[in-house]
């Protein structure tokens, strides 16, 4: 393989095939079993990891389809590691063992190496589609696969034992049409991360929900977790200034699905100049793109404002036409 430089990330990282040398160094990332099994998964390595079984792993895929790969910064200095395993006839790269030096967390390698990863597998190898898991709880890794188009299509539950407990898996994935032509909803509208819970608290808080930075983090998290729905972030002069919770429903009486807008909120310094129709127009892109026939929103009876706003984008007030019903669960919050 030649070397895959990802240009349009900074800092500069490029890909080399891992070498024996190598493995000293990626040896000193892995310090713990908890480490171990986020890195490689359940079934690679064994629990002392030593040097040995890394040397044996590196001549076991000399040859193969798997390519074990270094990310070196500019000084060629290792800094990052991914096993890219290309089953050609299918068109399917499965990455694995995704690490970046303990030392160099929090710079932006891990965008750079991922963003390599994604040209080297459809521009050099041709493929159709990049798929990998992560634990649910390695929201900093989730935020940087969905910053490079990765998206959630399902839940692992209970796949792999750590020392506390056992962990939940997401697979996510990337398409090659999508990775040519990546979605847009909009100019300034982007994917909620985990570094937007604290305004998403604040904007909870104002629609009348309490929140505090913990629970919004949560709440993100969750909806990270669901393949169906997104959280999406409108901005203003580089503030946040609103979010739109959607999900996606299939009818089951009929073909076809429609979109949910669960919660709206936008600031309110940054109401009345166009935030809420920005993220209207958002949620609507969003649907559309997954095959949605229609878009519906609750709102309360007391928020007059809000269903003047509905009404002025077209949205029509239905609740003559059909009863809402709602019991809460002795095992809900509400309880």
């Known amino acids: 393989m030649g070397r895959v430089t990802d240009s349009s990330a900074s800092p500069t990282l490029t890909l080399r095939a891992l070498q024996p040398a190598d493995c000293d160094r990626l040896l000193s990332w892995i310090d713990s079993s908890d480490a171990l099994w986020q890195w490689s998964g359940a079934r690679s390595f064994t629990w002392p990891l030593d040097r040995g079984q890394l040397l044996r792993d590196v001549a076991a895929h000399a040859g193969s389809a798997v390519g ?174 609103g979010f739109a919770a959607v999900h996606r429903v299939p009818w089951f009486e009929r073909p076809g699905s429609f979109a949910r807008v669960v919660a709206l909120s936008v600031d309110a310094a940054s109401r009345r100049a166009g935030v809420g129709r920005r993220l209207m127009a958002a949620v609507e892109r969003w649907a559309a793109a997954r095959g949605c026939a229609a878009v519906e ?12 706003f509905y009404a002025a984008l077209g949205y029509e007030d239905r609740c003559a036409d059909s009863g809402w019903f709602r019991r809460a669960l002795a095992a809900g919050p509400e309880a």
Request: proline share 4%; aromatic share 6%; charged share 20%.
């Open 68 to 241: 074990l790969f270094a990310g070196l910064d500019e000084e060629a200095e290792m800094v990052a590691h991914v096993l890219i395993d290309a089953q050609h006839y299918h068109g399917l790269g499965l990455i694995g063992r995704v690490a970046v030096a303990p030392e160099q967390r929090g710079r932006g390698y891990g965008i750079a190496l991922m963003r390599a990863v994604v040209r080297h597998g459809f521009d050099e190898l041709g493929l159709h589609r990049l798929q990998l898991t992560v634990y649910t709880f390695n929201v900093a890794a989730i935020a940087t696969y969905r910053s490079v188009g990765f998206v959630v299509e399902g839940l692992a539950r209970d796949s792999t034992r750590g020392t506390a407990g056992r962990w939940d898996g997401l697979t996510m994935s990337l398409l090659e049409p999508d990775y040519r032509h990546p979605p847009s909803y909009g100019v300034g509208i982007r994917i909620a991360g985990p570094r937007d819970a604290a305004s998403i608290a604040d904007l909870l808080t104002q629609l009348g929900y309490p929140h505090d930075r913990g629970q919004a983090a949560a709440r993100l998290l969750a909806w990270t977790a669901e393949p169906h729905g997104e959280v999406l972030i409108a901005e203003a002069d580089g503030a946040v200034a």
């Open 297 to 308: 929103v609750t709102s309360l009876r007391s928020r007059h404002d809000a269903h003047a």
